[in-house]
């Protein structure tokens, strides 16, 4: 059967260490993979998105690698600071014959505490 | 630009009572989804359109629930008859082009009682 799953436990980080969320998937071939965050009564906010001929991408404290061959993506924020607890949904997208459709996971609920 | 503005933003009504929830994605956005989040089974894909045009609905989980997107600028899901397990917060989301992020709106949080 085709599943997302990311890391099943909330994650609670120190401030200052590096925070690493994992998102595997089975039986999907997504052409991109996306991560997005999500705070309480919010809509999730978009904030990477790397596709399957990149190895990692990169923007500021984030670090997204993707490797198609282990069917996995890691999610990192280093430097990590109480502001960056939320919710933190992968998203995997360029499915079947609908490159527009995106399919997300559960969610990483993540605790940076000072 | 004000972002993708979902209405309302909480909705409380009673079973078999019709639901309308309504979406206006960003202007030059051509695509538009309607998703659903709820705690069991996280956030789901109802419908998308591309160009005001249904393209899959294969996620809209019964003939009670239905979507239109008159123009590019408002789109509005339906559910008649509302039942309690219709109970979620739904999400509008609107996309530029193909693997482009997703901006969406703050929600609506249905409650069927």
Known sequence: ?114 | DAGVIQSPRHEVTEMGQEVTLRCKPISGHDYLFWYRQTMMRGLELLIYFNNNVPIDDSGMPEDRFSAKMPNASFSTLKIQPSEPRDSAVYFCASSSRVGRGYTFGSGTRLTVV
């Not at chain 1, 052409?31 to 309480?40: G, I, T, V």
């Open chain 1, 1 to 114: 059967s085709q599943k997302i799953e990311q890391n099943s436990e909330a994650l609670n980080i120190q401030e200052g260490k590096t925070a690493t969320l994992t998102c595997n998937y089975t039986n999907y071939s997504p052409a991109y993979l996306q991560w997005y965050r999500q705070d309480p009564g919010r809509g999730p906010v978009f904030l990477l998105l790397i596709r399957e001929n990149e190895k990692e991408k990169r923007k500021e404290r984030l670090k997204v690698t993707f490797d198609t061959t282990l069917k996995q993506s890691l999610f990192h924020i280093t430097a990590s600071q109480p502001a960056d607890s939320a919710t933190y949904l992968c998203a995997l997208g360029g499915l079947y014959s609908s490159a527009s459709k995106i399919i997300f996971g559960s969610g990483t609920r993540l605790s940076i505490r000072p």
